[in-house]
């Protein structure tokens, strides 16, 4: 079934425009206020946010929605999306809800549920939510007595950073360690920086003063240029990039290289399979994950599961099959064992910890595999399905034939633009470039005949 308002991550577009306006937040929070008002029940919600001008706008709007059927709402202000799933629990809210657009610009702004038990809403409940939307919701109304309350709630943060820092064994320091953390003037602003020189670590802290508009603003884990520069100039052992709302990391080691998701899920699966951690028997992963990463794991007498981008299908596999390490190649790693969802702050803990253990370098330590060489492009369309064309697909079955058992081809339209994505890796980079290239020549080409 397509979806009006609900993408792969929540509720998202530009502020201030379709779907992301006053109204429809407040009328997101009036359906879901009501779904999850169940008598004897806590009727209570936390709400945090990351820093973009827009957040005040949509959280205004939330809590009269919430208010409305009767809600209590908990207003957690800037705070890490995993400190709002983690939260959720921990004060036995009803639902939690997150508004930010993640590593997007300031321009956008999204939202994000979970349910009272820390994990984003399910399939079939964000569809009955769509569909309340665009009815009459006066009959949602409480009476004047039963509306619910509102307030600010600070300090929960300190709560967070206990959490993260908990997840480290407890006589493990960071002691020694010159850390650069680039805080993408995002939400973990205050929150990675604390917990990072609570641990000992010698602490440099780059964009970490948000304006409102200056999130993910050629910093953070999608633009790691300026942190590569810092952890030249002050000789760092680590660089950290967060993204604005920190549940994804990038790292960067001694050298100034960038180590992605791929290489740190390595590093945690070998570690936990050595001391028996690991659960399933691998990892999760999605279809965009290096073909190195797999072959790695396969030497290692370990499994990759694939699934489709986005990480809400990898924390439905982990669930469903046991797995307790998933995550993405941008670096959107989750660990079930700590985390409900994606958190760049304790997943870049974990790594620290294999360092400080292990007594090596982070190049050393993050260095477990040779990437396959990996082309992904994106072709721009106005209408129709190119994929379903003819010459695309013919285009499509001779590319994957050229490639052959030594490759991997993926096709797949984005999910927020209307864009189709071509990536391919294998072990000839020109053969990967070429496939590439006639695959996307060929869905213009048909693009600019329609």
């Not at 189709?420 to 695959?439: K, N």
Request: proline share 4%; with cysteine.
């Amino acid at each position: 079934m397509s979806r009006k308002y609900f993408g792969t991550d929540g509720i998202r577009g530009k502020a201030n425009s379709f779907p992301m306006t006053p109204d429809i937040a407040m009328k997101v929070g009036m359906a879901v206020g009501h779904l999850f008002r169940h008598s004897g029940q806590a009727r209570r919600v936390v709400i945090g946010k990351d820093t973009r001008r827009s957040g005040y706008m949509l959280e205004n709007a939330l809590v009269a929605g919430f208010t409305a059927t009767g809600m209590d709402v908990f207003l957690l202000g800037p705070i890490p999306t995993p400190a709002v799933a983690m939260l959720c629990r921990s004060l036995r809210a009803d639902i939690g809800v997150m508004i930010s657009a993640s590593h997007n610009p300031f321009y956008d702004n999204g939202i994000k549920l979970f349910g009272p038990d820390g994990f984003k809403l399910s399939d079939d409940l964000e569809i009955q939510i769509e569909k309340m939307i665009d009815e009459d919701m006066s009959s949602l109304l409480v009476s004047h007595g039963d509306v619910g309350k509102a307030k600010r709630v600070d300090g929960d943060i300190y709560r967070y950073i206990e959490f993260a820092k908990r997840t480290l064994p407890r006589n493990l320091s960071l002691e020694g360690l010159r850390i650069v953390v680039d805080c993408a003037n995002g939400a973990a602003y205050k929150v990675a920086p604390a917990a990072l020189w609570e641990l000992g670590a010698e602490v440099i802290t780059i964009n970490d003063k948000p304006n409102g508009i200056n999130i993910n603003e050629d910093c953070g884990s999608t633009h790691p240029i300026g942190l590569i520069r810092k952890v030249h100039e002050v000789r760092a052992d680590v660089g950290i990039a967060l993204d604005g709302d920190a549940d994804r990391v990038l790292l960067v080691d001694e050298t100034g290289t960038v180590i992605d998701g791929d290489q740190l899920m390595a590093v945690i699966a070998q570690s936990w399979a050595r001391s028996g951690r690991l659960e399933g028997g691998g990892i999760v992963a999605t279809i965009m994950s290096n073909l190195g990463l797999e072959r790695f794991l396969t030497d290692h007498h370990l499994s990759l599961a694939r699934t489709k981008v986005g990480d809400r299908y990898v924390v439905e596999h982990m669930r469903a099959n046991g797995f307790n390490v998933g995550g993405e190649q941008s670096g959107h790693i989750v660990l079930s064992e700590f985390s409900t969802t994606g958190d760049g702050l304790v997943s870049a803990l974990q790594i620290l910890a294999c360092v400080q253990e292990e007594g090596r370098p982070l190049s050393e330590v993050c260095r477990k595999f040779e990437p396959v060489p990996q082309l992904l492009k994106n072709v721009r369309f106005t209408g129709g399905k190119p994929l379903e064309n003819k010459l695309v697909k013919s285009a499509i079955e001779d590319a994957q034939s050229r490639l052959g058992d030594n490759g991997r081809l993926v096709i797949r339209p984005s999910g927020t633009e209307p864009l189709i994505r071509v990536m391919a890796e294998g072990d000839d980079r020109q053969l990967v470039e070429t496939v590439v290239d006639d695959i996307i020549n060929v869905i213009s080409s048909v693009k600019t005949a329609a």
